[in-house]
């Protein structure tokens, strides 16, 4: 069948063709123009720079800070969240460690045997299915913990020194040997690296001695938000903790994630989940130390003053940490006597004797 037109309807047709081809060359023309003139490619080469500078710049503070590690929360009441602390060991037949990279804040320094401990902070309400290897307490500890507000403090036995402290400071301390139900001992573990606990206890824990669990008000560490690092970042961080190799915390500083990737006894640190250890702020404060015994037990000065150095988005701020009773807040300041502010996220506090040499590069 074929379709046929009068006159008046192909009329109308042309018509309608020649303005569109009209159209059509006038547009071309007003683009040639534009990038004859150097209009366009001006305008999208500012659009361009406009973008790189907002990558640059760092994001606008949030209205909510978390005071334990500075990260932006949703609701005022998040601000200040009760915490507890948890000491977990790092020997090596207790590797790979579990729920170490659920932590917020981290403290490492070394026991007997020049062996390494961790003081593991998490918030309260925090989900963690397991965490541990748990172990024993030491003084030096305690007067870190002292700076977050009598937090509930978790360990399984403690040095004769460290058990007394706990009681003269009034600490709300869960020692598994005369609580042991709000921990449990697994079975793929020789003892004394097979203790664990997990948030479920210790919030069952919480709830059952809330009277006593009465965490005060403590200072936070300042936050600020800073610019990323692209180049000339310092990418190395060996802190040598202990004289065993083994021990010895490397970082790894990564411009995609600016974050800092633990690696131990030369490889990369993952908790039993195939977790990452990772911080966002390495703190490393030189204290002075001394063996007490044969044993091995040390004293590790955590009053007066010291070199410190901090590590954040691949930039290093050196200064001087300062603590002057249990209860303070550990401050860090740089040369001119400022506080130097550090990195929101996973803090990471490394214990390092003064005559022990710290070591980073580019």
């Not at 690696?263 to 250890?277: A, L, P």
């Not at 063996?291 to 001087?320: P, Q, Y």
Request: proline share 3%.
């Amino acid at each position: 069948m074929k379709l046929k037109f009068n006159f008046d309807e192909t009329k109308y047709i042309y018509i309608l063709a020649g303005i569109i081809f009209l159209t059509g060359l006038l547009l071309l023309a007003w683009f040639g123009y534009q990038t004859l003139s150097g209009k366009s490619s001006k305008s999208a080469k500012n659009n361009f720079m406009e973008d790189i500078e907002k990558l640059k710049k760092p994001e606008e503070d949030c209205k909510y800070k978390r005071k334990l590690d500075g990260v932006c929360v949703e609701l005022e009441k998040d601000i200040d969240p009760k915490i507890i602390a948890v000491m977990v060991e790092n020997n090596l037949e207790a590797w790979p460690l579990s729920g170490i990279a659920e932590a917020n804040v981290i403290y490492e320094a070394p026991v007997e045997g020049n062996i390494p401990r961790f003081m593991a902070i998490y918030i309260l309400d925090s989900d963690v299915e397991k965490v541990g290897p748990v172990r024993s307490a030491r003084p030096y500890y305690l007067n870190w913990a002292s700076e977050y507000g009598n937090p509930m403090y978790l360990y399984v036995g403690g040095s004769p020194d460290a058990l007394d402290l706990i009681e003269s400071y009034g600490l709300f301390g869960m020692n598994e040997f005369s609580r042991g139900w709000y921990f449990w001992r697994s079975e793929d573990r020789a003892a004394p690296h097979n203790v664990y606990i997990s948030s479920k206890l210790w919030n069952k824990a919480s709830e059952k001695y809330s009277e006593y669990y009465n965490q005060e008000d403590y200072d936070g560490w300042v936050f600020e938000k800073i610019n990323n690092c692209a180049d000339n970042c310092v990418s190395k961080i060996e802190v040598p903790i202990s004289s065993n190799l083994a021990y010895k915390a490397v970082w790894q500083f990564n411009t995609t994630t600016q974050k800092y990737a633990r690696f131990q006894n030369t490889k990369q640190d993952f908790d039993m989940n195939g977790d990452e250890v990772s911080a966002d702020t390495i703190i490393v404060q030189k204290v002075k130390t001394k063996v007490l015994d044969d044993i091995g037990r040390k004293e590790i000065a955590t009053l007066g003053s010291g070199e410190v150095f901090i590590f954040r988005n691949g930039k290093v701020f050196t200064g001087e940490w300062f603590k002057e009773s249990r209860k303070d807040r550990t401050k860090f300041y740089d040369e001119t006597g400022e506080i130097i502010p550090l990195q929101a996220g996973k803090i990471w506090v490394e214990i390092l004797s003064e005559e022990k040499e710290l070591k980073y590069s580019l």
